[in-house]
C-alpha cells in the first residue's frame, strides 16, 4: 500500500487530513497508509532550516517508495507563490521524493464553506447552511462556521474539523479551487506508484 507522509501547519489539520486522504483515495478506488502529519506552525513554516527538517522526516515515515504531501493555509498570501516557495525549499531537502504542495486558499476551512449543504446539522450547525458565493475569498472561514452554529457554540479546529471532513461533499468541495488542487495532487501522488 501506499504511503503519504503529510507536512500540515494546524493542530486541526493533524487529525483531519489524513483521513481526508483516505476519504479521496477511497473516491478513486486506491488504498493509501498515512501516518500522523508532521505539524509546523505557521510561523517556523518558511524560516531557514524548519521546512527541512520537516521534510526529512516525511521521507523517513514515508519510507522508501512514500511520497511526501504539505498542506498550509494561505492566509493573506498568494497561493501560488507560497506553494512554488515551499516546493523549492522541499526538493533541495529531498529531491528523491514526490513531493507536492498544496496551498487551501485562504484556509482548510473554505473547504467546508464551498460544500456547506453537506456540514448542514453537524455539528451544531444550522440544518439551512448553504454555501456563500465565492468561499475561498472569506478569510475568516472558522469565524463563519462559528456563526452558522448554535448561540455560544463556536467553531474550534481540534474538535471540529475532522468530524466535518468526514461529512464533507467532496464532489462540492471540488468547486473551491484550491480543494480541486488537492484532489488532482492526491490522485496524481497515488497513481504514481
Known amino acids: 500500500m501506499l504511503r503519504i507522509a503529510t507536512i500540515v501547519e494546524g493542530q486541526g489539520e493533524v487529525e483531519a487530513l489524513p483521513l481526508l486522504l483516505r476519504r479521496i483515495a ?3 478506488g486506491l488504498a493509501v497508509d498515512v501516518p500522523r502529519p508532521i505539524r509546523v506552525a505557521r510561523q517556523k513554516i518558511l524560516k531557514t532550516g524548519a521546512l527541512e527538517r520537516a521534510v526529512q522526516l516525511a521521507a523517513l515515515r514515508s519510507g522508501p517508495e512514500g511520497h511526501i504531501l504539505m498542506l498550509v493555509d494561505a492566509d493573506d498570501d498568494c497561493p501560488r507563490e507560497l506553494a512554488a ?18 496551498v487551501a486558499k485562504s484556509e482548510y476551512e473554505s473547504w467546508f464553506l464551498a460544500a456547506a449543504g453537506s456540514i448542514a446539522g453537524e455539528r451544531e450547525i444550522g440544518k439551512s447552511v448553504v454555501p456563500p458565493p465565492d468561499p475561498e475569498s472569506i478569510r475568516d472561514a472558522k469565524g463563519w462556521i462559528s456563526r452558522q452554529m448554535r448561540p455560544g457554540r463556536s467553531y474550534r479546529p481540534t474538535l471540529d474539523q475532522a468530524a466535518l471532513t468526514a461529512v464533507i461533499d467532496l464532489a462540492a468541495a471540488r468547486t473551491a479551487p484550491s480543494f480541486d488542487k488537492l484532489w488532482r495532487e492526491v490522485v496524481a501522488l497515488l497513481n504514481a506508484v
Open 26 to 28: 477511497g473516491e478513486v
Open 85 to 102: 516557495e515551499l516546493l523549492e525549499t522541499a526538493a533541495r531537502a529531498r529531491s528523491d521524493r514526490q513531493t507536492r504542495v498544496v
